[in-house]
């Protein structure tokens, strides 16, 4: 089902527009009909990689018990020089 929809934009913007759509070979309503259902199929796959990796079981990355170092042990610059 394709749907119509009326948008403003300033003068600057609907000029940069033409160009971007005409680059492309496309009406500036397809142009901006697909630049929204890329930007949809982005945000839909990037929500589904986060709901994917939060359904993970956690992992302790200290798996020995042992406290980790203080900062001040791993930053000790007079151990550099």
């Not at 009326?6 to 142009?31: H, N, P, Y």
């Amino acid at each position: 089902m394709v749907k119509n929809v009326t948008i403003t934009l300033d003068e600057k913007t609907a000029a940069w527009l033409r160009v971007q759509a005409a680059e492309c070979g496309m009406s500036v309503s397809r142009f901006v009909g697909e630049t929204l259902r890329v930007r949809m199929h982005k945000d839909r796959e990037y929500e589904d990689a986060m709901r994917r990796f939060l359904s993970r079981k956690l992992v302790p990355i200290n798996e020995s018990g042992e406290p980790y170092p203080k900062r001040e042990d791993l930053y000790d610059r007079g151990r550099i020089r």
